[in-house]
C-alpha cells in the first residue's frame, strides 16, 4: 500500500492529493464515485486527519472533487466532462452479482493486516516462512529441468503429479485411487467452489459442521444452499444428526473436516466413523472429506480419513499442500468417481484453462522426494511447539478467563472465553495493541469463542500477542488473573 514519503521535501498533504489525483484519472475512482473518509484515508496512510483535510482541500481547489456535509467526498462529475447518465454506477456494480463478498470480520482482519503487516498474526490459516519447505524446493528447481512446453495442460491436471498423487494417497492416507479419479486444484477452496457450483442447485440443503470453516466462505450463500447445522461436541460431529436432517430437510450433502477440525481441532470419533459411513450409505448421500490437517498429527500417527474406510463410494475426498508445505504452490486435488471429475474439469477449464503446469511439475517432484517425509516430521515439531507456547501464554496471562481443549494436531486452538464479550470489540482493542485472531462468530459459534492460529506467528512473539489479546479482553470485561481452565 502506497504511503507518503517523510522525507521527500514535498508536503505529505500534497503527495495525498497528487497520489490521488493519479488514481482518479487512471479510473480507479470515477467521476461520482466516493472517496474513503478521512478518518479512514488518515488511518491507511499513517499520518493526521487534518493533513488528509488539506489533501481534500486542494482537490477541491482544482475542481476534482466535492464535498458534502454529511455525504462524504466524492469524484467531481463535471471536472472531467461526464455527466450522470454517461458514467457508470460503479458502487452499484461492486454491490451486485450473485457472489458475495467476505463476511465482515474477515474483510476487517485483511484490511488491518495489509496497513500494518507488524501485527502479531493469530488469523492467517497458513504456515510462516521457516515452516514451509523453502530449501528443499528451491534444491529441487535447480536440480530438475522443468517444462518444455507452457502450453494448456490435461484439463484434469498434470499426469505425472496425479501419479504422484496415487502414491502418496496411499503411502500416507491409505486411500486407494486411480490417475483418473484425480482432478488437481488450486487448493482445497477450488475444490469446495467446484461442488458447491457443479453438484448441487439453488435451494439445496446441505448439512455442514457447527463450528466450521464453512461458515466463513460466502461461497455457500452465493451457491443458494441452505445450510443446516451438525454440532460438534468434543467427538466430532453425531451420525444420528445426519438422519435427523435427512429426514426434515431432504439434504443432499454432507461437508465435513473429520481430522482436526478447523475450527475445533477436534477428531472424530472412530465409531461415529463408521456410522457416519453406514448412514451415508443407508441414505445414499455423498460425504465431502476436506482433509488439509491430518499429517500434521503431532505424534506422527495421522488418523485415517473417511475415505479409506469407504467400501461404498459415498466420500468425495480433498486435499491439499497448502497446511503441509506452502500455500503459494496453490496444489490441491480431488478424489471422486470419474464421471464426477470429468463434470468438475470440464467446468474449472471454462473458469481458468487449467492451472500453470510448472509448480504442478515441483510439487510432483516435492512428493515423491527424499526430503518429503523428513520435511513433516519438522513441520509436526514446530507446530507442537509453537502450540505449546500458546497455551503457555493464555496460563500465563488470562487464567480463569479461557477454556480450551489442547489439539494434537492441526494449526489452530479453539477457545471459549468465561467472560461475555462482544467480538467485534474485542478485535477493535486487539488490532489497536498490534495482535489479531480470529473471532468464533466467523465459524457461526455464539460470540464468546475464538480461533488463534498459531503456524503464521513468529515463535518469539507468540508470547507477546497473547499479551496484547488479553489487554483487549480485560479493557472489555475488567476482569483480573483468576486461575486457568482446560478441559
Sequence with gaps: MWKPDRQSKQPLYEQIADHLERRISYGEFPPGSLLPSERKLAEQLGVNRSTVILAFA?????????SRTGSGTRVSMTKWGATPKHTPNWSRYAEGGSFLPNVPFMRKIREALAQNPG????????????????????????????????????????????????????????????ESS??????????????????????????????SYCYSL????????????????????????IRSLYKKHRIKMVFMNPNFQNPTGTVLDMERRRQLLDVAS????????????????????????LKAMDAVG??????????????????????????????LADARQQMDFGLSVIPQQVAAQFLKSPDFQPHLDRLRMQLQFKRDLVIEALRKELPGLVRFTIPQGGLHLWCKLEPEVHDGKLL??????????????????????????????????????????????RELTGESSVRNSTE
Excluded at 461461497?219 to 444428526?241: C, K, N, T
Excluded at 485472531?437 to 515463535?459: C, E, I, K, L, M
Design 314 to 343: 459415498s466420500v468425495l475426498y480433498i486435499g491439499s499442500l497448502s497446511k503441509i508445505a506452502a500455500s503459494g504452490l496453490r496444489i490441491g486435488w480431488m478424489v471422486a468417481p470419474h464421471s464426477i471429475v470429468e463434470r
Design 428 to 473: 477493535e482493542g486487539a488490532i489497536r495493541r498490534g495482535v489479531v485472531f480470529v473471532p468464533g462468530s466467523v465459524y457461526g459459534s455464539d460470540s464468546g469463542f475464538v480461533r488463534f492460529t498459531f503456524a503464521r506467528a513468529p515463535a518469539d512473539r507468540i508470547g507477546e500477542g497473547i499479551a496484547k489479546f488479553a489487554e483487549a479482553l
Design 119 to 178: 501485527l502479531v498474526d493469530f488469523a492467517s490459516g497458513e504456515l510462516s516462512a521457516d515452516l514451509a519447505p523453502i530449501e528443499e524446493i528451491t534444491a529441487l528447481m535447480s536440480r530438475h529441468r522443468y517444462t518444455s512446453y507452457l502450453g494448456y495442460d490435461n484439463p484434469q491436471g498434470y499426469s505425472p503429479l496425479r501419479q504422484a498423487l496415487v502414491a502418496y494417497l496411499q503411502q500416507y492416507r491409505g486411500i486407494q485411487a486411480t
Design 218 to 241: 460466502p461461497m455457500f450463500q452465493s451457491a443458494g444452499l441452505r445450510l443446516f447445522r451438525l454440532p460438534v461436541d468434543r467427538h466430532g460431529a453425531r451420525p444420528e444428526d
Design 282 to 305: 443407508e441414505l445414499g448421500l455423498p460425504i465431502v472429506e476436506d482433509d488439509p490437517f491430518s499429517l500434521t498429527a503431532y505424534d506422527g500417527a495421522p488418523p485415517s480419513p
Design 182 to 211: 484425480i482432478l488437481i486444484t488450486s487448493g482445497s477452496q477450488q475444490s469446495l467452489y467446484l461442488v458447491t457450483q457443479c453438484l448441487l442447485s439453488p435451494g439445496d440443503a446441505v448439512a455442514i459442521e457447527d463450528p
Design 58 to 66: 486542494e482537490l477541491r481547489s482544482m475542481g476534482i472533487v466535492e
